[in-house]
C-alpha cells in the first residue's frame, strides 16, 4: 500500500507485476463523492483481500477484482479490525442500535456475519495468531473467546483500563497495559493457566515490537533520547512465551540513541544506534540472554536486520568522517558465522530468503 502525508490517496501496488491500482477511488466511487480520508488500509496475509477504512466507510476490497468491493460498516460504526486465519476472517466491534457492543467475525470471502459477544461492558478482541480465538477485553477483565463455540474463559480481572496489548506467537501468552489514574502497569499472564504476573521491571517503558506475533519485545524509553540528557534511562526485554524479563542496557550521559531496529524476525535480536560528538555506531541487543554488546570495535553509520532477524547488515565508516567511505558489514549476531566484508557502499537491503 502506498499513501501520501495528506492521506488523501491510496494504490495496491501488485509488486509481481508492477500494475498500481487506486483504491481511493473505488471508495470514493462508492461514497459518490470525493475528499475522502484514509484512516486504514491493511492487506490480509493471504494477499486477497484489502481493508479500506476511510471517514466515510470501512470496505473490503479483493485484490483481483478492485471493482467488487463490499461494505462492510458505514462511518465509524465500527472499529479495532483485525484480520484472522490468514486473512479468511475479520474480527472487528460494532455499536449496536441500543447502544451496546458487539464482537463481530467476518467470512471474508462468504461474507457471512456471526456475532461472537454483545453487552455494554465490552471494548475490543483481539485475535490469537491460531486463528481460532481472540483475547476479548471488557470493562471487567480479560477472557479468551472461542470463534466456534463462543464460549469465554476468563483470564482474570483487572484493576484499571486496558490500553495496550501484545500477543505471543504460540497463542499461549499474552502482556497487557492496565492505567489507572497516573499509574500504568505492565502484566504477563498464561493463557491456559490464568496466571497473571505484574512486571514492574517494565515500568516507565514503552514496547517497541516486530510485526505479527514475535516472542521477544524490546521495551524502551519512550522517543529519542537526547545527548543533553543525564543518562541511566533503562532499555528491557520481555520474552511472551515465558514472562521473563531481562535489563538490556543503560544509557549514558552526552550520547543520543536512537529508536531501536526490532523487525524483521522473532524479536530476540534488535539494533541500538547511538550518537556521541561525531562518533557513530550501533549496539547489538541480544533480548533472550539480556546482552548488550557493539557490532564491533568501529563506527556504524547504519544497519538493518535480516529477514529471520539473525544477521546484521551494517553500514561501516572507514577512516575520518570527511573522507566519506563507506563499507556494508555482514555480521552473524548470533556468533554462528564469519563476519563478511562487502565493497564500497550503503543503505542495504536484504533479499527476501536471504
Excluded at 471508495?27 to 483481500?49: F, M, N, P, W, Y
Excluded at 469465554?152 to 483500563?161: F, L, R, S, V, Y
Excluded at 496489548?165 to 499509574?183: H, Q, R
Aim: hydrophobic share 45%.
Amino acid at each position: 500500500m502506498l499513501t501520501n502525508s495528506l492521506q488523501n490517496v491510496a494504490y495496491l501496488v501488485d509488486l509481481a507485476d508492477g500494475v498500481a491500482t487506486d483504491l481511493m477511488a473505488v471508495a470514493e466511487h462508492r461514497a459518490g463523492h470525493g475528499d475522502l480520508k484514509l484512516i486504514q488500509a491493511t492487506v490480509a496475509s493471504d494477499d486477497r483481500t484489502v481493508l479500506f477504512q476511510t471517514d466515510d466507510a470501512t470496505i473490503l476490497i479483493p485484490t483481483d477484482r478492485p471493482n467488487g468491493d463490499r461494505l462492510v460498516a458505514s462511518g465509524d460504526t465500527a472499529s479495532g479490525f483485525n484480520y484472522a486465519a490468514n486473512g479468511s476472517q475479520l474480527l472487528f466491534n460494532r455499536t449496536t442500535s441500543d447502544k451496546q457492543v458487539e464482537i463481530v467475525l467476518l467470512d471474508t470471502e462468504k461474507l457471512t456475519e456471526r456475532q461472537l459477544a454483545v453487552g455494554d461492558d465490552l471494548v475490543s478482541a483481539t485475535p490469537l495468531p491460531n486463528g481460532t480465538a481472540a483475547i476479548l477485553v471488557s470493562t471487567k477483565g480479560l477472557a479468551v473467546i472461542d470463534f466456534e463455540y463462543r464460549a469465554q474463559a476468563p483470564i482474570g480481572e483487572i484493576d484499571g483500563d486496558v490500553s495496550s496489548m501484545l500477543i505471543g506467537p504460540n497463542s499461549g501468552a499474552i502482556a497487557f497495559l492496565v492505567t489507572k489514574n497516573d499509574e500504568a502497569t505492565w502484566y504477563w499472564a498464561n493463557l491456559y493457566s490464568g496466571e497473571i504476573t505484574a512486571t514492574p521491571d517494565l515500568a516507565g517503558l514503552t514496547p517497541v515490537a516486530a510485526p505479527a506475533f514475535p516472542r521477544w519485545i524490546v521495551f524502551a524509553p519512550p522517543g529519542v533520547i537526547s545527548s543533553s540528557g543525564s543518562g541511566g534511562q533503562v532499555y528491557s526485554s520481555l520474552d511472551l512465551s515465558t514472562g521473563n524479563t531481562n535489563q538490556l542496557f543503560t544509557t549514558v550521559a552526552g550520547t543520543s540513541y536512537l529508536p531501536p531496529v526490532v523487525s524483521p524476525g522473532a524479536g530476540r535480536y534488535a539494533l541500538l544506534p547511538w550518537i556521541t560528538g561525531g562518533v557513530q555506531n550501533i549496539v547489538s541487543l541480544d533480548n533472550r540472554a539480556g546482552i548488550a554488546q557493539p557490532v564491533f570495535e568501529s563506527q556504524a553509520v547504519s544497519g538493518v536486520l535480516s529477514p529471520d532477524g539473525c544477521w546484521a547488515a551494517v553500514t561501516r565508516q572507514i577512516g575520518e568522517r570527511t573522507a566519506n567511505r563507506l563499507q556494508i558489514v555482514l555480521i552473524p549476531l548470533d556468533g554462528s558465522a564469519e563476519v563478511v566484508k562487502s565493497a564500497a557502499g550503503f543503505a542495504p537491503v536484504w533479499l527476501v530468503g536471504s
